[in-house]
């Protein structure tokens, strides 16, 4: 079930237009009103990831997937609160933006191989390695909140949505222009192999 917040990036997508600046190696988009505030107001939004489930069989599928990719995740975060957490984050910023929580960090291992404070040789923060210029044109400017997990996979996930409405549904491309490389091959079939590693289907 899409959340309605990626329906609500998805409609205000259209009125995107792309006169675009360099930023490092990803481009920084010029914004319609609309959907500078749609994202600003996503990004604001404090409340903690807590999910909400319609059924018990929903809530017991969210857990299994929990315990699965707890296991899977322990040798690169061993400390299990902090991997509780993060999987939890994840989970919830990922369904909240519309994406496959296994698309997410398929993105995050080759992004930043799951280093909270990893920075790119362009300038790109945290996990999803987010470019600082997001938090000028939807944030409040400070950079150092990226190193916040929640904020850094909230930004991240937004921003790949954003991509994603704005390629009209390719994968490809949107994951091209998240990394700064659109219509390259090399960047798009990095995470979408790595997606398969993270892939849950019981």
Not at 88 to 98: I, K
């Amino acid at each position: 079930m899409i959340h309605p917040f990626a329906r609500i990036l998805s409609l205000i997508a259209a009125l995107l237009f792309c006169n675009a600046v360099m930023a490092g190696n990803q481009q920084e988009e010029a914004l319609a009103d609309s959907v500078r505030l749609a994202l600003s107001n996503a990004i604001a939004d404090a409340r903690p990831p807590k999910p909400h489930f319609a059924n018990i069989q929903d809530r017991l599928k969210y857990l299994r997937w929990l315990g699965e990719m707890s296991e899977r995740l322990k040798k690169r975060l061993p400390d299990w609160q902090v991997r509780r957490e993060f999987l939890e984050a994840t989970w919830y910023e990922a369904t909240r933006a519309g994406l496959d929580p296994a698309l997410v960090l398929g993105l995050i291992q080759v992004e930043s191989a799951f280093r909270k404070y990893a920075i790119s040789p362009v300038g790109a923060h945290g996990y999803m390695q987010v470019m600082p210029f997001w938090t000028r044109i939807i944030g409040d400017g400070d950079r150092r909140k990226l190193f916040n997990m929640q904020t850094n996979l909230r930004y991240g996930c937004s921003i790949l949505r954003l991509y994603l409405d704005m390629e009209r549904g390719n994968l490809f491309l949107a994951l091209g222009r998240y990394n700064g490389s659109r219509g390259r091959p090399e960047y798009p079939n990095a995470v979408l192999a790595a997606w398969k590693l993270w892939e849950y289907n019981r």
